[in-house]
């Protein structure tokens, strides 16, 4: 891990991930002809993440089917710690000042209306990480299918030092 340089607000997220129990992942392989994460100026755009665990979705289906909105939530909190993953091994956790948007695709069966819910996952990691500086703008969409087969998918832009 990069040495921890707290942004503006100074929150240490390595600290954070170890007071409530949580290792980064392996940075999860593009599935395509992409990368995990691209920086911009002061952006870091992270592609889509999947809750990858060692390589393999630990579930699939359709949110509000197959697969609980609890279980979806839980899925999402493995997309947020895959993109922080993406996020260090591009510039380092410590580097990030603010993450500023949150997009998040649910795989929802015909009439399921709790999106909303299932990202809250990802959101709510984001927050416990990095405090203020997790507080972020979102998108929380149904759609029919994921890749793979996935229940759920977050992309995130963060803004960094």
């Known amino acids: 891990m990069t040495t921890p340089v707290a942004g503006e607000g100074g929150v240490d997220a390595y600290a954070k991930l170890a007071e409530l129990g949580l290792t980064l ?4 392989p593009p599935l395509a002809s992409y ?3 691209v920086q911009s100026g002061n952006y870091v755009y992270v592609s889509g993440q999947l809750p990858m ?5 630990p579930q699939t289906g359709k949110v509000g089917a197959e697969v609980s909105v609890e279980e979806a939530t839980g899925l999402a909190k493995i997309c947020a710690l895959n993109a922080l993953a993406a996020i260090e091994s591009l510039v380092g956790l410590g580097r990030i000042v603010k993450i500023v948007k949150v997009s998040g695709f649910v795989a929802s069966a015909p009439g399921f209306t709790g999106q909303p819910a299932v990202i809250n996952g990802a959101s709510n990691l984001f927050g416990e990480v990095l405090g203020e500086q997790g507080r972020h703008a979102r998108s929380a969409v ?3 299918e994921l890749p793979l087969g996935a229940p759920v998918e977050v992309e995130v832009i963060a803004e960094v030092a």
Not at 25 to 28: L, N
């Open 35 to 37: 990368v995990p994460a």
């Open 53 to 57: 665990v060692d390589g393999k979705l």
């Open 25 to 28: 992942p392996t940075v999860v």
């Open 142 to 144: 149904g759609v029919a």
